[in-house]
């Protein structure tokens, strides 16, 4: 058997991530490989390390890239920050809090549950109860975008409550930078880890990170040993650091960083507060189309995503058939629920690149279309008349 070039099929990605790739970010990744320690190179690095403070709004000198994805980012942050027996306060409100609780406890520390509903923002009073009741808890953690339900919590009010407990913070914003308002300094966030694949356009598999002076003391006061070689950042540093050694480490992933850069250069291009404003200007008009449709949001109106609609669908709707009618007959894809939500909810992206015009009417229309051919109880034939209107108002 002869087996010849794989050649994907072009596809509209509105899921959970990844998010349509900008077509500068695939091309500056074919650019020709140099080598890691080249001076050419080392410059891009110094260039992404000051595009990525811009993005997460930070002054933090240990901001970089970690050559894995969002998840390896996650890790980054716990493995550095946990030591074996520390109290550490997790707020789960859905799938990717829960992935944090396992985290702290494989690296020998306690996780101090705070439970809220999936699709509910994390509640601050529970947190304070957890904090008070909990006097030696050492870290509180939280996810700021959930994408797995599509709520968003007040990061800058539990970050302050931690505070005010002593605790250092550590924060998931791979669905929030670059789409929804975030803001490092200003928030005092110690320790945030992100991702490239959702907000940023570009491809999965690098996780920018970042760690303010407090959380660098912690960890340089560590009294074991980080368990993870390859994430300890004490090692790291010596590779991406201000006036660092630049000692080989790894082999950063070159091209992946290649559209790392660009991208950020994109996000720079437009302006954060554009890029915030966009987001939530064509949620609006797929809000305007959804409810138009007479489908309804999972979440609130006041705690939702702009970049991640959770939508229900109307009572013994297939919804798998839908998915995959979408993607056979448009070439769009739109993500199933996680978790307890399997079967319950659509979750429409709206990420980065993939969040504009033409994929807000395209989806609508699509959506609009298999609903209507499946015979579902919907209004036909409005939602796309419903979300022009949303955008000419
Ligand atoms: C996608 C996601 C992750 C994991 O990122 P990967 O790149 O898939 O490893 C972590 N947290 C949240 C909130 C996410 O949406």
Redesign the pocket.
Known sequence: MTISSFHPPVRTLMG??PSDVNPRVLEAMARPTIGHLDPAFVGMMDETKTLLKYAFQTENKLTMPVS???????ETCFANLVEPGDKVIVCQN?V?GG?MKENVERCGGEAIMVLDDWGKPVDPDKLETALAENSDAKIVAF??????TGAISDAQVLVSLAHKYDCLTIV?A??SLGGSPLKVDKWEIDAIYS????CLSCT??I?PVSFNERAIEKIQNRKTKVQSWFMDLNLVMDYWGDGGSRSYHHTAPINALYGLHESLVILQEEGLENAWARHDNNHQALKAGVEAMGLSFFVDEADRLPQLNAIQFPEGTDEAKVRSELLNRYSLEIGAGLGPMAGKIWRIGLMGFASNQKNVLNCLGALDAVLTDMGADINSGKAVNAAMASYSS
């Open positions: 959970p991530g894995a994805p969002g998840s390896a980012g996650m859905g990717f992935r996810v700021h975008a959930e994408t797995s998931d791979v669905t991702g490239t694949q959702k999965p598999g996780s």
